[in-house]
C-alpha cells in the first residue's frame, strides 16, 4: 500500500533531523515510491522553507530541534494557525512573534490582501516568501539559533516603531496558575513588547505546553486577549482555562 503523502513528508522531515541530508534514490527505495514522487514531494516542501533541494536529493536548512518540533503535534499545530488565521482580515496590521506554531498562521494567510505583518521569526519569513500578497518586515536583531528568531535591544526597537491589530504569540509552557512562560528573558522581552503595541494578543499553542513552566514568566493569561489550543486538552483543564478570565477556543 502506497504511503499519503503527509506520512512520506513526515518521514523525510524525521529523515533530515536525524541525518542531515537525504537522497531521492533512498528516499525512493524505502518509502516504495517513485523517484518523481519523492522529487515532488522534496519540491513542496522547499517551498514551504522545510529544506533545501540539492543535486540527487536534499538537506537541512536550519538547526534538527526546529525540524523537530515542526514534526510534533504537526496535526494540532495546523488546525491552532488556521483558526488564528481566521481572525485576520485583508488590510490587517499584524505581529507574529517566534515559534513553530506561529509560523502556521502565515500558511493560511494566502488568500488574504494587504496583510502587513511585523515578526523576529525567521520561521515566518520563509512562509510567508511563497505569498507575494504578505508584506513582511523583519525586526532585526540578534539571531537565537534555538528558536529561530531575533532579539535583543535592536528587535525590541524596532517592535516600539509599529502598532498592530493582532499579535501573536507562541510559547514553552502555560497555565493559569502560572500563566504564559518562555525559555529565555530575550523572548519574553520580545512579547511583551509585541503585546504593548498590539490591540489585541492572542497565544497560540498545541494542548502538550499546558501545564508546563519555562523558566522566564512573561505574563498572567488574563493580560491576553485569547489562547487557542487543540481538544486533545483535558475536560478538566479546559474547564480551568475558561474560568481562569481569558477566552480560550479549543479546535
Not at 519574553?188 to 499546558?210: F, G, N, P, Q
Not at 522566564?216 to 479546559?238: E, K, N, W, Y
Request: charged fraction near 25%; aromatic fraction near 4%.
Amino acid at each position: 500500500m502506497a504511503i499519503e503523502r503527509g506520512e512520506r513528508e513526515s518521514s523525510i522531515l524525521t529523515r533530515l533531523a536525524r541525518e542531515g541530508s537525504v537522497t531521492v534514490a533512498g528516499l525512493s527505495r524505502d518509502l516504495g515510491v517513485s523517484e518523481v514522487t519523492i522529487r515532488t514531494d522534496l519540491r513542496n516542501l522547499e517551498d514551504r522553507g522545510l529544506l533545501a533541494r540539492t543535486h540527487g536529493g536534499a538537506e537541512a536548512t536550519g538547526y534538527r530541534n526546529v525540524l523537530e518540533r515542526q514534526l510534533q503535534h504537526a496535526g494540532e499545530k495546523a488546525r491552532i494557525g488556521a483558526a488564528a488565521a481566521e481572525l485576520v482580515g485583508d488590510d490587517d496590521l499584524i505581529m507574529i512573534e517566534a515559534g513553530t506554531t506561529c509560523a502556521e498562521i502565515v500558511s493560511h494567510l494566502g488568500a488574504r490582501r494587504g496583510v502587513r505583518i511585523l515578526t523576529n521569526s525567521t520561521l515566518v519569513v520563509r512562509h510567508a516568501r511563497l505569498y507575494p500578497n504578505l508584506t513582511v518586515v523583519l525586526t532585526g536583531g540578534t539571531f537565537h539559533r534555538t528558536s529561530e528568531s531575533m532579539v535583543g535591544p535592536v528587535a525590541l526597537r524596532t517592535i516600539e516603531d509599529f502598532n498592530v491589530r493582532l499579535a501573536f504569540f507562541g510559547t514553552d509552557g502555560f497555565s493559569v496558575e502560572r500563566g504564559l512562560t518562555t525559555a529565555f528573558s530575550e523572548g519574553a522581552e520580545v512579547i511583551r513588547a509585541m503585546r504593548a503595541r498590539a490591540t489585541e494578543s492572542w497565544l497560540v499553542a498545541d494542548s502538550s505546553k499546558y501545564g508546563r513552566a519555562g523558566f522566564v514568566r512573561v505574563m498572567d493569561l488574563p493580560d491576553l486577549h485569547g489562547v487557542i489550543t487543540d481538544t486533545r486538552l483535558a475536560a478538566s483543564d479546559q474547564a480551568e482555562l475558561n474560568s481562569s478570565g481569558v477566552r480560550a477556543r479549543f479546535v
